[in-house]
């Protein structure tokens, strides 16, 4: 199964930080890749898919980058909102897997 | 509005047998695959795999296979995660979510609200 490694696994920043949380993939995945938001206590949200695609109904400060094996998630100025965990998943081939997860907490 | 239910938590003994749900409503069940999702508690993401309402093909992570059993019932719009014998390991949040298909890349774009299951030694 292809292995999904998140950096950093926690970062603290302030509201109105510019953030960006990295994906790596142990083979390359084209730009199958997706982002999900998860608060405490809630289900998953979809934010970005193939790589760069913004989910209806986020706001544009979201972003993605990537393709092959390395990818980005951007948060160009962080909002209480944000606070959450962010998890990455490749839709490259099954079984689709996750990484492991990000905690964005407030600084 | 499009959305998953999934069914309420369970609490259960270890070798008990368990049989939760998600009903999709607000667009076509059959044509959209489900995928199943396991959170343990405090910990991340994993992928359980998927079923295909429309004729039941499914694709299992290889380390759920053997351990679980997803089904549907299409007349319904439901879809089904099934142990036959929990154990205590098995406890944690279960998520369904719609898989979208786009061209030819995947997402699950709608989830369900989670059933925690607690499995007691």
């Known amino acids: 199964a292809i292995q999904m490694t998140q950096s950093p696994s926690s970062l603290s920043a302030s509201v109105g930080d510019r953030v960006t949380i990295t994906c790596r993939a142990s083979?390359?995945?084209?730009?199958?890749l997706g982002w999900y938001q998860q608060k405490p206590g809630k289900a998953p949200k979809l934010l970005i898919y193939?790589?760069?695609s913004l989910q209806s109904g986020v706001p544009s400060r979201f972003s993605g980058s990537g393709s092959g094996t390395d990818f980005t998630l951007t948060i160009s100025s962080v909002q209480p909102e944000d606070f959450a965990t962010y998890y990455c998943l490749q839709d490259y081939n099954y079984p689709y897997t996750f990484g492991q997860g990000t905690k964005l907490e407030i600084k | 509005e499009v959305q998953l239910v999934q069914s309420g938590a369970e609490v259960k003994k270890s070798g008990e047998s368990l049989k939760i749900s998600c009903k999709g409503s607000?667009?076509?069940?059959?044509?959209?695959?489900i995928g199943w999702v396991r959170q343990m508690p405090g910990k991340g993401l994993e992928w359980m795999g998927i079923?295909?309402?429309?004729?039941?093909?499914?694709k299992y992570s290889p380390s759920f296979q053997g351990q679980v059993t997803f089904s549907a019932d299409k007349s319904i719009s439901t879809a089904y995660l099934q142990w036959s014998s929990l154990k205590a390991s098995d406890t944690a949040m279960y998520y369904c979510?719609?898989?979208?298909?786009?061209?030819?890349?995947?997402?699950?774009?709608?989830w369900g609200q989670g059933t925690m299951v607690t499995v007691s030694s």
């Open positions: 083979q390359g995945i084209r730009n199958d």
């Open positions: 079923i295909y309402p429309g004729d039941s093909d499914t």
């Open positions: 979510a719609r898989l979208l298909k786009y061209s030819t890349n995947d997402a699950f774009d709608i």
């Open positions: 193939v790589a760069s």
């Open positions: 607000g667009y076509s069940f059959t044509n959209y695959w």
